[in-house]
């Protein structure tokens, strides 16, 4: 029997991990050996990340929030200290300052690509300033060159909050080899999955040493176990959950190809649309697609939007909600300058479902509701 056209499409998630039986028998060997944490599947989950960023070493820890802690703890940033950091991103960028102490300066972004904007970074100097935090939103890589020339220009040290950006390129090299070290996160919307978890990629050796540390509360890598060098955290990655991200990381360029081929769907069945702008994406990147977020065009209600979708069973997200908006914050900066970019494009996008296995059926179905909800919300 033909499906009627104006039945809700059925269970299209908003995302959902690509796992294997083998991803499945990798966790329950760990499992069987009884050896669960500290162990060697963390090693060569640590050794696999190095090798496919390009880097010399690789600090598996619990999240990507973990990681960029670590790093911001590493590089000395802390009370009096200013970090440079975009307002549109996920909170952890910004916390990961906040949790040192140090102050975020909040940078506006570009228009097209949604990454922090290399001209408002120089605006935004002052002689506070110890750190930049770039973030490769959606796993589109930043301004990398112009980026580095200002952290150069001003000695400044280098952040690249890559979590949503595992296999991005820029310029032919692999996110994760810009600024002193960079994060990355393995939650299951990400390109890959370990459950949670996340890693700091780095050339530095002072960095990887003090993190892997750091994410062992503080004990040397030498030393006695009851012997705490420092202050230290338990941020450590469990031996499950880096047996999955072997598995997950032998298939990543497959798992790349398949969220290319989905967010090439999308970009071709939302063309027609003439109220929604579709991800741009810079012809010197290679992008590794996080999420698919559209931009509706100005005057549209986003909220009425997406209440439309939800009627016709299409779940959505608001991404992002800028941080210098965010009702916590202002007990740690107060008043802040206003954002204009930011402010206009975070009241506009929408992420759609979007997952590896997202097929071009359910691409048509969210394309068709999308399109019925901006003409009823316009």
């Known amino acids: 029997m033909t499906k009627r056209s104006n039945e809700k499409p059925a269970g299209i998630p908003m995302a959902a991990p690509d796992i294997s039986e083998a991803d499945v028998q990798a966790v329950a060997e760990v499992v069987r050996s009884g050896r669960l944490a500290l162990g060697p599947k963390t090693v060569a989950f640590e050794q696999l990340m190095a090798d496919y960023v ?3 070493h690789a600090v598996a820890v619990s999240s ?18 200013e970090v440079l950091v975009p307002s549109f991103t996920f909170a952890a960028s ?3 300052i906040l949790y040192e102490r140090a102050t975020p300066v909040f940078v506006d972004i570009e228009p097209e690509t949604y990454n922090l904007d290399p001209e408002d970074l120089e605006r935004k100097m002052t002689k506070r300033t110890k750190a930049i935090m770039a973030v490769d939103i959606f796993g589109h890589p930043a301004e990398w060159d112009e980026i580095l020339r200002i952290a150069d220009k001003y000695g400044l040290k280098v952040i690249d909050d890559s979590c949503e950006a595992l296999g991005a390129e820029y310029k032919g090299r692999k996110i994760g080899q810009f600024g002193d070290a960079a994060a990355f996160a393995f939650y299951p919307n990400k390109q890959m999955t370990t459950g949670e978890g996340g890693v700091i990629v780095t050339n530095n050796d002072e960095i990887a040493r003090l993190a892997r540390s750091m994410r062992n509360q503080g004990r040397g890598e030498m030393g006695t176990w009851l012997l705490h060098e420092r202050l230290g955290y338990n941020y450590r990655l469990d031996e499950m959950s880096a047996a999955l991200g072997l598995s997950q990381l032998s298939r990543i360029e497959e798992f790349l190809n398949k969220r290319e081929n989905v967010a090439s769907m999308y970009s071709s069945a939302l063309s027609s649309i003439p109220s929604v702008r579709t991800p741009a994406v810079k012809p010197h990147v290679r992008m590794s697609w996080f999420v698919y977020v559209v931009t509706l065009e ?10 439309e979708l939800e009627k016709r069973g299409i779940p959505t997200r608001g991404y992002f909600s800028p941080i210098h908006r965010q009702p916590y914050i202002k007990q740690f900066i107060g008043k802040t300058e206003p954002l204009p970019v930011t402010e206009s494009v975070a009241d506009r996008t929408l992420a759609l479902p979007f997952f590896n296995n997202l097929t071009k059926r359910q691409v048509q179905a969210v394309a068709s509701a999308l399109a019925k909800a901006v003409s009823v919300a316009g």
């Open 54 to 56: 390009g880097v010399k």
């Open 64 to 81: 990507g929030t973990a990681a960029l802690h670590l790093i911001v703890r590493a590089l000395g940033i802390g009370p009096g200290d």
């Open 94 to 96: 910004v916390n990961a």
């Open 298 to 307: 100005p005057g549209l209600n986003r909220d009425a939007v997406s209440g």
